[in-house]
């Protein structure tokens, strides 16, 4: 029945690819009113298919000869979104799943699963309602998706992994965050002072309760958001301010469990237009607000309550003719500000890899590196955590939980330059931080960091019709305290990403590019098991180590956003702490990828 | 410019903002200190043992004592020169005091403890196992709470029937001092080959309920879920033995045990005698799918001596195993 079920998915997802392209799967554009009496059902989707073979090798595989070096693996996978709008205010979609893992026949390693559900529309032409699946995004301290680290300017070669890691894990752009739930919005004009005011609402369940310990948790709130009209019109002076709340709740009616969180964010965003003329705009940015943390017994017993605030407040300049942007910020996060709207990261470095995971003679847990990060999608996870969540400090130290990372005072700046011509774009960020707390010492961590990326369009300097770019980025971090010999922290780390992207021939790649990172020189990770409670230090963090992924391949684009690659990467990873177990891991992989 | 005007109270509004939220808790740091975790061993102060001598069977317990600059892993093992048996305590602290290192005579590794001498060793592996002796004696051993069956440290006399049927058993099987009790000086010792009638059946062992005086066994509880039945088993290691406990139900209401007339309950699987030294067992009788109404009429127990002929070489090889100490208790399994 379910191959019958399939086979009659996948042919109407044929059907589909046949007829013209109609609509956005995300659902974010309406059906005009012509299309939509023509057509009230669609059709749209994904189609993927991937084979890749990983080998495993170096000093671990030398003293170790006896373990499994090689995996091969892959999927074939159909999802096929069918999008209605019954009238002209409701729209519905689901996408549904089917997948069949390379190898799987008769039923084994196949399945058909529900990725997608909702429904949304108009009421009374003046609120917007969605419920089911959604995307949301507030701020950067309220709700938010922050960048994963290990990567400045993600040379293309390694591209098509990290698309597929971010579909899998619904990273919509903007810094989305999946949830499930309901949201209204509405906006409302104003003919004096105010020129619009935009209100939105939210709810969403973030976790099931087992109807014993784990009660069922929300996540919810809204922002206000209001836009003036201009105070002068030869200075252009306006004012955005918006006002936010993400509350965070369990349940605690329902089921036997009786300890449950409360976690409220409130801030108050602003970006004030001090210049806005045809050659300069300078703009007043920044955000402000409060953290609430309260843990709750049986009978609204409060037996942990914590609350920190925090701000970033900033100018930018934007000089026009030069296509400069230039940006200062000053930032003061409390080292008990906590929201797990913002806070929660992308890759969970303690979860466990797909390939790979225990390697040596100890089957120890293999640390994760750039490999993993690049193409391993089950490091990576959408789901809010409760507790900041483990990083890498090789990577990210200066903000491990992005803008939102608790615990940091100082200046953060920035430079972006787009010139019209698009010859060369690039941008440099950085940070100097530190501490505003100590974390095992009252001596306090420094961190600097800068971030710098340029892509190089040579096409468009010798006027060559085919695609022609380098892409350059590069993170130089460093952590610093002093104090007594067992306090003291110094770690550098250092990553270089360059990339190359060659139109051979009409919609033929190549693709060539590499990942380097060096790290060396100590700090002290906290353990964290709860919230943002540090419990204790384990032993010494200690860095001496070089990590190098490289890659080259082909790529055909039949369209955009769909294409074929083929690719060969090696990565290699060595410590000089512990030369016995440096390792090297090399794939070879075919990805198809086609979107209608 | 009337705008103007209102325009100024945006800055305003931000620098009030920005002064109202830069306070924060800076007094303490987060975390143990790092020099309280990572720096330099001192001892503060040595080994304390709170008592020379502590009698567990009046309630006494012993309270060590010691004090480090830092934080640290600790073991603190306690040997009895007589029994072998250990009681091991481990911490992470700066500290050994009544809430992270008391002893109330129980024990980590069987045997249970004798009236005997004990070495105390305090541990620090950290610290190039750096190692602080003492010494107490015990004066009165622990009492273990729960009902006690049997641990055989007397004659059973008549409540004892040893089944030797097929002449398979050997003359050691019986009551045994010869090598250290899981508990006291006496355990009841099997041994023999099946050899004579290949039939996995080498002998077996019943023990009357009236070796605790009363007609039926007296349990804490009848509730099967609630009653817990537990024994130290010694086995040497041998793959090829099994062990078999089977509890008798008063089937004929005569108040005895009657072969062939009285219902017999044993657990699925039984005990295989796969490792070495004594080891405890617990289960709830509920594993044994009875009821509490049989609970309430159990007249015995038998033990058999299983040689797994499966697995056996041929000729088969000798089996054996050792039991003590039988006890039930209420509520969960007995805690040493």
């Not at chain 1, 390693?109 to 959604?134: F, H, K, N, P």
């Not at chain 1, 949301?136 to 994963?148: A, H, R, S």
């Not at chain 2, 009551?175 to 000086?185: E, F, K, W």
Request: one cysteine or more; aromatic letters at 12%; glycine letters at 8%.
């Amino acid at each position: 029945m379910k191959n019958i079920l399939l086979l009659l998915a996948f042919s109407l997802g044929l059907i589909c690819i046949q007829a013209p392209l109609l609509h956005a799967q995300d659902g974010s554009a309406l059906p005009s009113d012509k299309e939509a009496e023509a057509k009230k059902v669609h059709f749209n989707g994904l189609g993927r298919t991937i084979i890749q073979q990983t080998e495993l090798g170096g000093a671990i595989m030398d003293n170790n000869p006896e373990k499994v070096d090689r995996v091969t693996d892959g999927e074939f996978l159909l999802d096929l979104a069918i999008n209605a709008t019954p009238n002209e205010k409701s729209e519905v979609q689901a996408i549904l799943r089917l997948r069949n893992e390379f190898g799987g026949f008769f039923g084994a390693g196949q399945s058909i699963e529900v990725r997608e559900l909702w429904a949304r529309g108009i009421i009374a032409d003046i609120v917007r309602y969605r419920v089911g699946d959604m995307d949301m995004v507030m701020t950067p301290f309220t709700l938010f998706n922050p960048d994963e680290e290990g990567m400045v300017n993600n040379p293309s070669i390694f591209q098509p992994q990290k698309d597929l890691i971010y579909y899998e894990q619904f990273y919509a752009e903007g810094n989305q965050r999946r949830l499930q739930g309901a949201k209204v919005d509405m906006g409302l004009n104003f003919s004096k002072g105010l020129k619009s005011a935009d209100v939105m609402a939210f709810i969403s369940r973030i976790r099931g309760a087992d109807f014993f310990t784990t009660p069922t948790r929300f996540v919810g709130g809204g922002s206000v958001d209001l836009l003036s009209n201009t105070f002068n019109d030869s200075l252009g002076l306006k004012a955005d301010l918006g006002l936010n709340l993400a509350y965070t709740w369990d349940d605690l009616t329902v089921g036997e469990a009786n300890s449950g969180i409360r976690n409220a964010v409130t801030t108050i965003d602003f970006d004030v237009t001090i210049l806005e003329q045809s050659k300069m705009g300078l703009h007043l940015r920044g955000e402000v607000g409060r953290s609430n943390l309260n843990v709750l017994e049986e009978d609204s017993i409060s037996v942990y309550k914590i609350d920190d605030t925090f701000l970033e407040v900033g100018a930018a300049l934007e000089l026009k003719p030069q296509h400069l942007t230039l940006s200062v910020s000053y930032v003061d996060v409390g080292p008990d500000f906590f929201s797990i709207g913002a806070q929660s990261k992308r890759i969970g470095f303690d979860r466990p890899k797909s390939y790979f995971n225990r390697v040596g003679a100890d089957n120890m847990v293999r640390m994760p590196g750039l490999f993993d990060i690049s193409r391993d999608r089950s490091m990576y996870t959408f789901q809010l955590s409760d507790r900041l969540m483990n990083y890498d400090p090789r990577l990210s130290n200066t903000s491990p939980y992005g803008r939102a990372t608790p615990n940091r005072q100082g200046l953060r700046f920035g430079l972006d330059w787009k010139p019209a011509d698009e010859r060369i774009e690039a941008s440099v960020t950085g940070a100097v931080l530190n501490e505003i707390r100590g974390q095992g010492t009252n001596e306090l961590k420094s961190f600097n960091l800068i971030r710098a990326m340029a892509n190089v369009n040579f096409d468009k300097m010798i006027d060559w019709k085919n695609k022609l770019r380098l892409t350059l980025g590069y993170q130089y971090e460093n952590t610093s305290r002093s104090g007594l010999e067992v306090e003291k922290v110094d770690l550098n780390s250092n990553l270089l990403e360059i990339g190359l992207e060659a139109e051979l021939f009409a919609n033929f790649e190549l693709l060539a590019g590499g990942t380097f990172l060096t790290s060396n020189g100590r700090d002290y990770i906290p353990l964290i098991e709860t919230f943002n409670v540090v419990k204790d230090f384990p032993d010494p963090f200690v860095s001496d180590d070089t990590e190098a992924l490289l890659g080259a391949g082909l790529r055909y684009n039949f369209k955009k956003d769909t294409y074929v690659t083929f690719q060969y990467q090696n990565y290699s990873f060595a410590r000089k702490t512990d030369p016995n177990n440096d390792y090297t891991l090399s794939q070879v992989f075919v990805l198809y990828t086609m979107n209608f | 410019m009337k705008y103007n005007n209102r325009f100024y109270l945006f800055p305003l509004l931000c620098l009030f903002l920005v002064l109202t939220a830069c306070e924060h808790d800076t007094d303490q740091f987060d975390g143990p200190g790092l020099v309280d975790r990572f720096g330099e061993f001192q001892l503060l102060e040595g080994l304390t043992i709170s008592r020379a001598t502590v009698d567990f069977s009046a309630g006494e317990t012993v309270i060590f004592g010691a004090r480090f600059n830092k934080r640290l892993n600790f073991t603190l093992r306690i040997t009895g020169m007589e029994s072998g048996s250990v009681k091991t305590i481990q911490g992470f602290d700066n500290e050994l005091n009544a809430n992270n290192a008391v002893w109330s005579g129980g024990t980590t590794m069987l045997p249970l403890f004798k009236r005997e001498m004990c070495q105390v060793e305090l541990i620090i592996p950290d610290e190039n196992n750096l190692t602080l002796t003492g010494m107490v004696e015990i004066v009165g051993t622990k009492s273990y709470e729960g009902s006690l069956f049997t641990d055989f440290e007397t004659p059973l006399g008549a409540n004892l029937f040893t089944g030797n049927f097929e002449f398979e058993l050997t003359n050691r099987t019986g009551r045994q001092n010869d090598m250290p009790a899981a508990q006291g000086d006496w355990y009841f010792l099997f041994e023999g080959t099946d050899n004579v009638v290949p039939n996995f059946f080498v002998g077996l062992a019943d023990i009357s309920a009236r070796v605790t005086g009363e007609t039926y066994i007296p349990f804490p509880t009848t509730v099967p879920e609630d009653l817990y039945f537990n024994a130290f088993i010694y086995a040497d290691g041998g793959p090829h033995g099994i062990a078999v406990i089977q509890f008798v139900y008063d089937l004929n209401n005569t108040g005895l045990f009657e072969d062939g007339q009285d219902q017999t309950f044993q657990l699925a699987g039984d005990y295989p005698l796969d490792f070495t030294g004594w080891r405890q067992i617990s289960h709830p009788m509920s594993d044994l799918g009875i009821t509490q109404a049989q609970l309430s009429k159990m007249v015995g127990i038998r033990l058999l001596l299983i040689s797994n002929m499966n697995s056996q070489p041929s000729p088969p090889l000798k089996v054996d195993y050792g039991i003590d100490f039988i006890t039930f208790t209420a509520g969960g399994p007995l805690e040493l």
